[in-house]
């Protein structure tokens, strides 16, 4: 059974960092893409980063680049997200999600039907 578990998430001030944890059991880690998502109350779930299985590749929602920084540890099944200078037009619930069928990002990676397991989510609230 595959499981997919975020952390980290919680409420900061405008301009501080936060590092979210995604933990992913059941599946073969280094075979998918993995991907963030957020959503924002009344707003469409949206795709923040999405980095490919030897993360060599990595994509960025123009609203987070130079903020933002995705990574992965094979070895421990992991995705990061590294948050700096932090908006309060960043808050949202904080979504992993690992790509399926692919290593790769490509085009689609913003796009949410592209995944094929996601975690619960964690909250991240910035304050002005």
């Known amino acids: 059974q595959v499981q997919v578990v975020e952390s980290g998430g919680g409420l900061v001030q405008a301009g501080g960092s936060l590092r979210l944890s995604c933990t992913a059991s059941g599946l073969t880690f280094d075979n998918y893409a993995m991907g963030w998502f957020r959503q924002a109350p009344g707003k469409e779930r949206e795709g923040v980063s999405c980095i490919s299985w030897h993360g060599a590749n990595i994509y960025y929602a123009d609203s987070v680049k130079g903020r933002f920084t995705i990574s992965r540890d094979n070895g421990k099944n992991r995705l990061y997200l590294q948050m700096n200078s932090l908006k309060p037009e960043d808050t949202a619930m904080y979504y992993c999600?690992?790509?399926?069928?692919?290593?790769?990002?490509?085009?689609?990676?913003?796009?949410?039907?592209?995944?094929?397991?996601w975690g619960q989510g964690t909250q991240v609230t910035v304050s002005s």
């Open positions: 999600a690992a790509k399926a069928a692919s290593g790769y990002c490509s085009g689609s990676w913003p796009t949410k039907s592209s995944y094929k397991y």
